[in-house]
């Protein structure tokens, strides 16, 4: 981990979020901070990142560490380094060192941690051997913090709670990602005029992100084939016509991620059905964002896309009726199949590791309607809170070649008319907003979203942009 | 994983290799390929990577896939996708497709593999939960291959030795993964004279790397304290007069690594002392390649680039004394602190999850020597082998302040002339040499390591090069 920011408001932001879960819970707290997970043989790591919970309290990204809490206080417990770690690896800060950035009230080597562990509540941490840790640690069986009761699934109800709304440090980290991705996205649109291959986009975006050292919080999406919703494949040929979809989101080095896709031509010019389909999720996205502000149900914010899919596609012949009958019937989803967005904060799907605890107001549960079930966020809005708005139209194989869909919804398609658009295989317009008391601020503003501007950076080829990559 | 080259030559390329193991063994093999470890959250994984063994008999990147070997005869097990995986991830190739590229004799679901249990041996994997679903349907402890006894032991000793010299598939990879490598480097070169910090040239590098589709085979390093020798942080700023150490290798997605080091001026100048310091590296390192050929003993190429560097050392006037008598006391590694190199395959330090059991030549093991324990292969080398040759030179802090070895090394050191040599934290220059019997063939002979041409390569700051990342 690196040293060499100024922390100075760190630790008075860290000691706010600690109180703040400490005015919620009555029991103390042991947070780890997770190992590196090895990458085929030992030696060779993934780049390391630490559970965003102890991110959240702890600041720093600290690998086998932990942090007590208890009423606010902090202890951290970590080990120094060994000599041969300094000479391989240089001279790590001290633990007095970190203990004093992030505002800790005592630091003590990892040994000292069973003896706080009596009555301490956990979250699960995914590498499986910090997880055999906790368990041994504690003396019990650790589980999922979506389990149905006990003091884990209190400390997740109550983390999920601070964590839902962002304070000032975190919309900081928020804005630099966001404003890195702005910059790979760039890059990509200037890329992808002369690339042959998805992976050449990809490159010139990822290249960006490193350059400014900040990590991809998420595995890109760079494809021609925005069909497949999450399409980690990069070596289709970009051939004349093709539309590029790119989902890339920056991270910062203290964990907080943007999440932002773009969808362009790659000739630089939308053909007339392209457009039609651009503009119409340009419309939904624009909407959606526009109804942003607190108390608003998110929920209502995705049918609103939904209904303004619906009601394009009736526009453009695609669909047959009414678009509040339609979106009634699940219509919509046959284009529009995921929901319109999530939770971001330190993970691109925030706290997703607590199933639905976060993303869903208490005593709601996921839909099995088909044009609601993947929504991943149904509660009420608040400001603070940071979301994405997704909107997207697809034709996905899967769906629209599927025989019981196609027998139900034969009636309101018109597949002729949609065998037209087979230039559009799938386009998605995706920024983050953050809710504010007057409504919904684009935190990615700065990447435009209108078709002509789209063109035009594409046609740039990467001139006055300052990323070529050839 | 894709399917889209030609593979036409890799079943017959794989049977050899099957057939070769099952000439060395006489009970059979279950060898899975291991499942994505998850980043923090469940849904969120770092990008999949199979393990080695099951790549070089299996030749594909399956996910949760296992391969059943018996006298040269190949069962492939794997599950097909569900509809949901399809609708997200798209359309997977087919089961029995996998095993006619593959050339396996038969294909079965996950399902039917308890029934190829009995007395098989496998390699312990690195992901916790394949290791348990190793334990669980062996029905017995999996333990790393690099205890004692018993059938995974032998396996791992037949896997080693077969894997240990490549064939013609293999090195058709590994010029791949070179010829990327190759030109990652010369874009980090462009970069580096007007990148203000080290993340800025790894971000050229990486990208490179990303646009041709190819992954990482490590954590990069680069840096301008090449002095801590396993750097992995991007945040120093590149100053006038700095060096950059840059340690990046490309992987093929079938797995094949590259590993190459470039350390270069990043004002396009190395100063007399840097370039003094360089030349001498140099000369190690031409002087290593050049000996490099069947039955040589890879320590004593180790052991000539240590009297190399001492010997260079002394006409600079840093080290007092004869080279011989100086590599006899170690007095080399104060300096030259790790091995001449390693093994490069399919892992960048090959097959190191077997522990030194393909890297030592049976019965010998490392040395406690400051000078000689580093060393990561003790082996006479055979044709088809493929081995990096890393000479450096560091003032490594941990090293050159330890009270100890100052004391003990303090007659054999010219303190005030080392001090002359400030401006050099870390220089290493590193190629993948592979051993024929007419000698070493550098695949990265493409990358230039002479003084002047690197400069060259730097003032060009990308003009000519055809990467420009500003």
């Not at 839902?164 to 996205?185: F, K, M, N, P, Y």
């Not at 596609?313 to 319109?340: E, K, N, S, Y």
């Not at 018109?414 to 920024?431: H, P, T, Y």
Request: a negative charge.
């Amino acid at each position: 981990m690196e040293i060499h920011s100024d922390y100075s408001s760190l630790a008075t932001t860290l000691r706010t979020r600690r109180q703040r879960l400490a005015e919620k819970i009555a029991f103390p707290v042991i947070l780890w901070s997770g190992g590196s997970s090895s990458r085929n043989f030992p030696a060779n790591h993934y780049p390391f990142r630490a559970s965003s919970h102890f991110l959240y309290f702890a600041g720093l990204p600290l690998k086998n560490a932990a942090i007590f809490l208890d009423g606010g206080r902090l202890e951290l417990f970590m080990d120094e380094d060994s000599a041969e770690n300094a000479l391989w690896h240089g001279e790590m800060p001290k633990r007095e060192e970190i203990a004093q950035i992030i505002g800790a009230d005592a630091a003590f080597p990892l040994s000292a941690l069973p003896t706080r562990a009596t009555g301490a509540a956990t979250i699960a941490l995914q590498d499986a051997s910090t997880y055999q840790q906790q368990a041994d640690i504690l003396n019990r069986s650790v589980t999922p913090s979506y389990t149905p009761e006990g003091i884990d699934r209190d400390l997740a109800k109550a983390i999920a709670s601070v964590r839902l709304c962002h304070d000032t440090g975190a919309i900081s980290e928020l804005r630099q990602a966001a404003a890195v991705t702005i910059e790979a996205h760039k890059a990509g649109m200037a890329a992808a005029k002369t690339a042959k291959q998805e992976a050449t986009v990809r490159g010139a975006m990822e290249g960006v992100i490193i350059a400014h050292n900040l990590t991809c919080a998420y595995t890109s999406i760079v494809t021609v084939h925005g069909e497949v919703l999450h399409n980690n494949q990069y070596h289709h040929p970009i051939q004349p016509g093709d539309l590029l979809l790119a989902d890339v989101g920056a991270e910062t080095p203290m964990g907080w991620a943007a999440d932002v896709t773009r969808t362009y031509p790659t000739t630089g010019e939308f053909s007339s059905t392209q457009r039609d389909l651009y503009d119409l999720v340009l419309v939904a996205h624009d909407a959606c964002i526009d109804k942003i502000r607190p108390n608003v149900e998110y929920q209502d914010i995705h049918l609103l896309a939904a209904e303004v899919i619906a009601q394009g596609l009736v526009d453009l012949g695609i669909l047959r009726g009414q678009a509040a009958d339609l979106v009634a019937i699940d219509a919509h989803a046959l284009f529009f199949p995921h929901g319109i967005g999530h939770l971001l904060g330190l993970d691109v799907h925030d706290m997703e590791d607590l199933g639905d605890l976060a993303g869903y107001e208490e005593g709601r549960e996921r839909s099995d309607r088909f044009g609601l079930g993947f929504l991943r966020l149904n509660r009420p809005l608040q400001a603070g809170m940071l979301v994405t708005i997704e909107p997207g139209f697809y034709q996905v194989p899967a769906i629209l070649n599927n025989p019981e869909l196609r027998s139900k919804y034969q009636d309101v398609v018109n597949w002729d008319k949609l065998a037209q658009f087979s230039d559009v295989r799938g386009i998605r317009i995706e920024d983050d907003v953050l809710v504010t008391t007057a409504g919904g601020e684009v935190l990615t503003a700065g990447l435009p979203t209108d078709a002509q501007t789209i063109e035009e950076l594409v046609k740039l080829g990467g001139r006055g942009i300052g990323v070529n990559l050839t």
